[in-house]
């Protein structure tokens, strides 16, 4: 590959980053809203377009009317509040094939005009692989709730999740690998690479924590801070009798399961916390000793890892305190993606700092 051809697949991934990243907003938007299962049916080329009528909408909110949600949860919805939810889920959903086709038009591009090298015509595949397996698990994730609990599993919107931001950061590692023109500093920063390697892996497990406390609504149950209502160990947590499996399949009714999840949520924020200033601190001393420091864009990553720290810190924080009675769309929504800020900052320093 020619660096101009390297440079244009670099800028091609890059985009689908960006749009990976605004997908998950929307995602949370969806979650937060209740809006996962006001469409009952997945139908990839004709649920491209919306209801066009007054017929066409009486009959979606006909389908929805049938569904476990309405009949447990909305009975009596008006069609304007049905509207709404229909929106976000049909969005996200729309929004999921528009990136289907920014990847695909410009892959075959890439292709016939010769601008990719083997390696990465494999690389760009399991981007489209993992999207497409992205897909498949947000089907299952909405299967989950049309039963007799209208409540998509919270396991399944964790891997659902998780799989959205596995593709993210494969796909930002291979654009920065296009991208990058500076040399590896591996050799030197060992013990910082792998420093950094064990705080990416932690973060990427608090995200899908935080999704399991939102699966969950995890939140309203214990809406305080710096206590969960007032206690750092939860009495839920504390008598032998709420200890079971079975309480995380029944994680709409178990005050155990919904403390589980939370409390470990918490907790491995104080140690992401701890580790982050940590690895600052350390780095900063290693480049004191450093003749020939990091590019300006490690440094500039580095400053503002503690900033990325403290805000989502904070909005943690707040979302908790505000969860009554259900976590805020805004704050929940700014939450989620400031974690993702916070995860692609930690991982491009992982990359200057790799091979």
Known sequence: MTEKSKRQVGIWLMVGVVMIFVQVIIGGITRLTESGLSITEWNVVMGTLPPMNAQDWLEEFAKYQESPQYQKVNKGMSLESFKFIYFWEWFHRLYARTMGLVFIIPFFYFI?????????????????LFGGIVGVFGWLMVASGLNDRPMVSPYRLALHLSMAIFTMCYTLWVAMELLSTKASQRTKYKGLRKFSYAL?????????LGALVSGMRAAKFYPSWPGMNGQYFPEALRKAEYWSWQAFMEFDTSIFANAFVQFFHRNTAYLITVLTLVFIIKFWKKLKLELKPFDKGTLTALKLLPMVLCTQVLLGIFTI?????TTPVALGVVHQGVALLLLSNLLYINFKLSK
């Open 112 to 128: 016939f005009s010769k601008k990719l090298s083997r390696e990465y015509l494999r690389k760009t595949l399991m981007v489209f």
């Open 200 to 208: 990416t892996a932690l973060v990427s497990v608090q995200i899908v």
């Open 321 to 325: 305190m505000n969860a009554i009675p």
